[in-house]
């Protein structure tokens, strides 16, 4: 504390202090004056924290308004002027805004004086040429600080003395930079007309070119032809500055502003003044074409780029339409689009979101001017890349817009999607794109394409945005676009249908077809969910489904209208008998599952434009099953025989629920998910497990052909290709070479992994062919001929292509395999599903008992095989239901029935599969789910549920009535379930490489204190004996976590938990006979594990006041002192040695016996003497706050004075602080030195007798007081027979320090005081503090 108060008073010293040192003894004497609270306020004010700052300025300015004429004021103000100047540069600011909060709370302060006092503290004259840049700073935050009061502008002899001031200090540019001069600036805009008019020529010359040399002269300049144009124009005359001549200066003036601001990314306000001063003069079509787009974007520079843009947004309020049109039609608009395309993140700002919030603030400000809004919408959304536009398809600003522009907007996006004009469009090109000169890639029917595609996708974006207030019309007429354009055409223009009206200039291609029905229903399900409750309360509770459906069937009924896709009869008979079924569900529109069926019907009578014939069949189904789910309540008495007949009807929608899982489609895996939670409390076993048939590793791989999945990724793949082929030239061309070497190293890998035996065979015969057709059996060796060459050569060709041909095959086959696997994958991630929707909403459903093992097979498999990414997803997402949903459910089922056996053995099933896995993760997966039907068992209640097992007594069922009071009347069987839990907790405490851990024990013991009351046994046979010592560890952990829970202890009676407590005393101190002899780190441990159990035993006794004989435990651990001892000081297993020291003496502690002290005198002493020039050289290295080595010297003066006096007898404490105090608590434990070999004290504290036995030596005592010593509980002082003499001496003298009359109480107030008096002092006092110091070094060298 010390040390931090000496820096609070030492911070703010200046340069300047050194020039006026004969003031500083007695402001600094007169720092003692003031609080402690007063001059913190000064330290948390140059804290880097904002609230921190604003508080302790707040807590000043009370503080100073209490006592304004005081000391404290004038203290207060030169401290702030002092930290004006500080080292810290993040403090000068927090001291410059405190200083200004000042003088405007306290208005009777002059200015002027306060200015002299910053001029006097900083005098530039004076002032070190080192510390010429705190001075600077200091004078140029005094003139910040005086203006940011707003007293300034108000009192214009300080102003003039502050503006004189900026002025000298703008001659220093190298520290200060332009801050004078923008101070200046700031200064001069809040300063009245007449005022400003006397002090312009002062600080404003009538040179134009000097106007013109810097950014904040042009602004001083244009603040003065703002405010006062006479007295400008008297000065300098009439200045046109956007001349021809000026124009390059402007720019270069522009240029030098944009860089300046390169960290802050802000816009300069000179450009910001500009184009005010050009929209007032009528010149902004001369300033944007010749300044912006013709000067500054002629040298591009990203400072430069992004200052344009960010005038550009600014300019958005103050543009009208026709300059609107003008500006976002030029080159900058067409440069910002190059930005957004080809600008990466990580490595170049994105200047986009900055826009977004210009665009934003733009069409929120103009509501009332629907044609700007819209002007600027389509002008953002006319900037395209190829066909491609650069604003998002999800773009937050339209939120903003009013609706007659929004409505003007989507009119817009409709008549560019049917007749697009891409001469409208301020189109572009990357510089990578314009290498890469294909024709193929820069047609105009791929614009259209990829325009239409962006605009079908901004139509539905704008429906989906849930901030934007829009009307059901809008949505509606949104909504009927998609679905006339996904899967109908026009024949012939009819009134009655408006999308008939507007023809395709561009013919729409199959594939734009494809993308505008995948977005139809992106937009089918967004309406399915969001818009549910605004639709119905719009058509009489009619949803957007039934909505559309209805506007399907007015289409498919007009003669004007055909389908993309023709109808067959059968097509067509299957909608009109859904839309019969629809309005037969209309009857039972009152029930929730009716709801549901409707949905699924809807979506899937829509499904029957895009794919007629699986729908065709689908639609059958459905009907069937909502007949017979409808009508089963009025026909119970005929379901047998209606049943008898085919599957129920659960398993089939249970089928087709499947079978849409399969599609790669949210919408219809929100609807099975939603369908699925209104069946799923009709769900039966077989319809289960149809779903677990899919899940089943080892059944879905030869079950394949019961669903087929189906996947478009490949179509995505080539939209997004061709959308994003032109956007990463150069990225394609570095990956396609990569790719291409790969892909020939695979080839190389494949070909030479897949040439076999046959194909050798064939090779061989081929060449002896070659070699016989050429005269190979002739004796002489002679070469081929040309026609055998030719021969041979054309059958190694045909040999070698039909090889290629069949490792292409196998090839084509190896992916085919991996591919069906990752839709496999996918299908099983969407089926998963429907079990969470079982378990979250009908967890007491008897079913769910059956997702147990089926759940555990997926993690076992994935466990082993989750390399992929799907195979961690369907890991995480089946772990995350089987731990969350099913195990930790608050719910659970409580009607067994029939199924109490069968969770009997499915729980000895369960642990046994626990303890055969080779990963602890899996087998705490199969711990947990024997763990939940443990609780389920032992939830359900009744008196037939209980297995015949649980009514025969036997002899080790326990009699007790607290634990079996519950228990009779549940459905677990403890004499079934005990001896599961029992063998797997002796394989855990026996074999070498166990899955199980101690938290999975832990958990059982803790939820079924019951059933740990019959393995307590097996956990003590274990503490002790032939095990090995990692397991005798674990061992006594275990039962010092299990001893401790409550729950427990209310299963045993009084003389039974106290003959458990005295049989694992008896194994604990059979443990610790070995205490300090360990040669492993497993022995290390289970001392360990051993010492914090016998103190979780002694606590126990403690409590429960158990009387019990500890004589030979005592024994045995004073028995292993000197070897346990004799290890610590060896250092084996250093890194527990200490706290197994720390636990024996606690555990001593309790039977009686006292730690033994360790004087740091002897210590201390010893090595000096022995290896003296070493230490000397080990205390030279580093050093030591000066606050520190007083400290220690003071201590080490009182050891040298008073090292062996003992403490006063009385209860009094001596006249001390600091570790004079701590040493007082260490001396309290003198008397203990009796007990260093181990044996009691002489005389000690009576024990108490009703905790322990008459016959115990060694008992366990009350705790004292901590005032009280040991050796005054009596009235006596035990001296103990290894003290030295000299301590007995100064016992018997003791009494004499009291001759005085005063107590030791009555000095301690005033020393404490005096001490923290002298460490708040100033520097002043702590050199008096050193010199003493000094001087006790000499007197010691003497």
Known sequence: MAEMDSRDVAEPTSPGEATQSGALPADRHGLLQHSREFLDFFWDIAKPQQETRLEATEKLLEYLRTRPQGSEMKYALKRLITGLGVGRETARPCYSLALAQLLQSFEDIPLCSILQQIQEKYDLHQVKKAMMRPALFGNLFGVLALFQSGRLVKDQEALMKSVKLLQVLALHYNHLQEQPQKALVDILSEVPEAMLQEILPKVLKGDLNMTLSSPERLELFLLAQQKVPAKLENMMGSVNLFSDENVPRLVNVLRMAATSVKKERKLPPVALDLLRLALKEDKFPRFWKEVVEQGLLQKQSWPVSYLCFRLLGVALPLLSKEQLQMVMRGDLIRHYGEHTVTAKPPNQFRFGPEMDKYVGTFLEGCRDDPERQLAVLVAFSSVTNQGLPVVPTVWRVVQFLSPPALQGYVAWLQDMFLQPNLDSLVDFSTANQKKAQDASLHGPERAVSRLRKWLIHRLVSIVDNMHLEKEDALVEQVARFCLFHSFFVTKKPTSQIPETKQQFSVPLESQSREVVSNAFFSLLQSLSTHFKQTAEQAQGGQSWPYRLVQWANKLLSHRSVTTALPFTTQQRQAWDRMLQTLRDLEAHSTEARAAAFQHLLLLVGIHLFKSPAESCDLLDDIQTCIRKSLGEKTRRSRSKAINSQGPPWVEVLVEILLSLLAQPSHLMRHVARSVFGHICSHLTPHALQLILNVLNPETSQDEDENVVVTDDSDEKQLEDAE????????????????????????????????????????????????????????????????????????????????????????????????????????????????????????????????LLQPLLRIIRRSMRTSSSQQEQELLHKTARIFTHHLCRARRYCHDLGDLVETLHTQVEQLVQ?????????????????????????????????????????????????????????????????????????????????????VPMFLSLFSRHPVLCKGLLPILVQHIAGPARPRHQAQACLLLQKTLSMRELRACFEDPEWKQLIGQVLAKVTENLRALGQTQTKAEHQKELSSLELLNTLFRSVHHEKLTLDLTGLLGVLQGQQQSLQQSLRQGEHST???????????????????????????????????????????????????????????????TQEEGAKPVATAEGQPPSTGKKKKRKKSKAKVPAQSQVNGTPAVKHPAP???????????????????????????????????????????????????????????????????????????????????????????????
């Open 1248 to 1342: 108490d007798t009703s905790t322990l036995s008459p016959s115990t030596p060694a008992k366990t005592p009350k705790r004292q007081k901590k005032r009280q010593k040991p050796s005054q509980v009596n009235g006596a002082t035990p001296v103990s027979p290894t003290e030295p003499a000299v301590k007995k001496k100064h016992q018997k003298a003791l009494p004499k320090k009291e001759v005085s009359g005063k107590s030791p109480q009555s000095a301690l107030p005033r020393k404490k005081a005096r001490l923290s008096l002298a460490s708040r002092s100033p520097s002043l006092l702590q050199s008096g503090a050193r010199k003493r110091k000094v001087q006790m070094k000499k007197v010691k060298r003497s």
């Open 1136 to 1198: 527990g040695s200490s706290r197994l020291y720390d636990l024996y003496w606690q555990a001593m502690k309790v039977l009686g016996v006292q730690r033994p002290k360790v004087e740091k005198k002897d210590t201390k002493e010893v090595p000096s003497a022995v290896q003296g020039p070493v230490s000397m050289k080990r205390k030279k290295k580093g050093f030591l706050p000066e606050t520190k080595k007083r400290k220690k010297h003071k201590s080490e003066d009182v």
């Open 913 to 997: 599969q626990a303890s055969r896995q080779a990963d602890s993760s899996v087998a705490l997966y199969h711990f947990n789910a024997s763990l939940y039907l443990l609780r389920v068992l032992k939830g359900n209640s009744g008196e037939g549920c209980a297995p015949e097992t649980q009514k025969k007594p036997t002899a080790s069922t326990d009699t007790s009535p607290k634990p079996r009071g519950p228990q009779t009347a549940s459905c677990l069987d403890l004499n079934l379930v005990t001896p599961v839990y029992s063998s797997a907790l002796s394989s855990f405490l026996t074999k070498r490489n166990s899955p199980l851990t």
């Open 723 to 850: 959308d994003e082929s032109d956007d990463n030239e150069d990225n394609k061309n570095a990956e396609s070479e990569d790719d291409s070497e790969e892909e020939e190293e695979s080839e190389e890998e494949d070909r030479d992994g897949d040439v076999d035996q046959g194909f050798r065979e064939q090779l061989m015969a081929v060449l002896q062919a070659g070699k016989a057709l050429g005269g190979a059996d002739s004796e002489d060796e002679e070469e081929l001929g040309d026609e055998a060459m030719m021969a041979l050569d054309q059958s190694l060709a045909s040999l070698f292509a039909e090889q290629k041909l069949r490792i292409q095959a196998r090839r084509d086959e190896k992916n085919k395999l991996q591919k069906e696997k990752m839709l496999r994958r996918d299908f099983q991630i969407r089926v998963l599903d429907l079990i969470e929707v079982l378990v979250t909403k009908q967890p007491e459903n008897p079913l769910v008992l059956e």
